[in-house]
């Protein structure tokens, strides 16, 4: 296992990544739960209020996957547009309820929105971030065939943050599927190369080669247990830490 040498913590300047999936009560049928949004909002608030730049990337699975709709049928690009406009759904709520707990925010849609939505000026984004105001980038990177996590990881480049934080349900990288193999262990800190020699699924290929290519360090953490989000905002120690030699 590789030394923690690269380890961005403490950082200025990030961006989260929450899957749509994220905003969902297991099992329930509706796909915003208000009570989510509600507790990840209020975990924002109190990372931000210690000066933490933030960015956040959400994504649209809990309404719609354009790949899934695509092997059922559909046109591929209109599918992917439809998932676009999902995440646009999520941001709406995520900053409805940032703004509730009175942390200032903005949603830069990469799909023109004006009504509801600022459109995605990167300049403009950074002057956001500067002034402490969150930024929700919704609509992903407004192309077809692209995802989220790729949408994380162009705005991470962009924005010339200091980490990705990938909020998700399992509690980071592990050398075999915790799910199938008891004897799985988790990885504390793992270079992106080794991810690649030892095939760790850690993001899709376009957004890991992006992230890769212009050194923006991962941490996969479980968003799961209350106060983890916050943890990790906070740059404490958790989850995977992925990261350049
Ligand atoms: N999508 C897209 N281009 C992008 C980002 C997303 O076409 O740049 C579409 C794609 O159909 C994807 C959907 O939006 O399935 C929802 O995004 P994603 O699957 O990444 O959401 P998550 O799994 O993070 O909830």
Redesign the pocket.
Same mark, same amino acid.
């Given at each position: 296992m590789s030394s923690p040498s690269k380890d961005p913590r403490p950082f200025k300047r990030a961006i989260l990544?929450l899957? /749509?999936?994220a905003l969902r009560e297991p099992g329930s049928t509706d796909n915003i739960s208000p009570e989510i949004v509600d507790r990840i909002a209020l975990e924002i608030k109190e990372a931000v209020a210690t000066g933490l730049e933030l960015g956040i990337v959400? /994504? @649209?699975?809990?309404f719609?996957?354009? %790949?899934s709709a695509s092997a059922r049928g559909m046109d591929r690009a209109t599918?992917?547009?439809?998932?676009?406009l %999902? =995440?646009v759904m999520n941001a709406l709520a995520l900053e409805g309820a940032l703004e509730h707990h009175g942390v200032s925010c903005r949603v830069q849609s %990469?799909i023109e929105m004006k009504n509801v939505a600022e459109p995605f000026i990167r300049r403009k984004a950074e002057r956001q971030l500067e002034d402490g105001k969150v930024v929700i980038f919704a609509a @992903? =990177? /407004?192309?077809?065939?692209?995802? !989220?996590? =790729? !949408?994380s990881a162009l705005r991470a480049s962009e924005m010339g943050v200091d980490v990705i934080l990938k909020a998700t349900q399992v509690d980071g990288v592990y050398n075999a599927d915790p799910r199938k193999d008891p004897n799985a262990v988790r990885y504390e800190t793992v270079t992106f190369q080794e991810c690649l020699t030892k095939r760790l699924s850690v993001m899709d290929a376009t957004a890991f080669s992006l992230c890769m290519d212009n050194h923006i360090p991962i941490i996969i953490f479980d968003l799961g247990p209350a106060g983890n989000l916050s943890h990790a905002l906070r740059g404490l120690p958790i989850g995977t830490l992925v990261h350049g030699e």
């Open positions: 990544k899957s /749509g999936e959400v /994504g @649209g699975g809990n719609w996957r354009g %790949a599918a992917d547009y439809v998932g676009m %999902a =995440t %990469a @992903g =990177t /407004g192309s077809p065939f692209f995802s !989220t996590d =790729t !949408t």
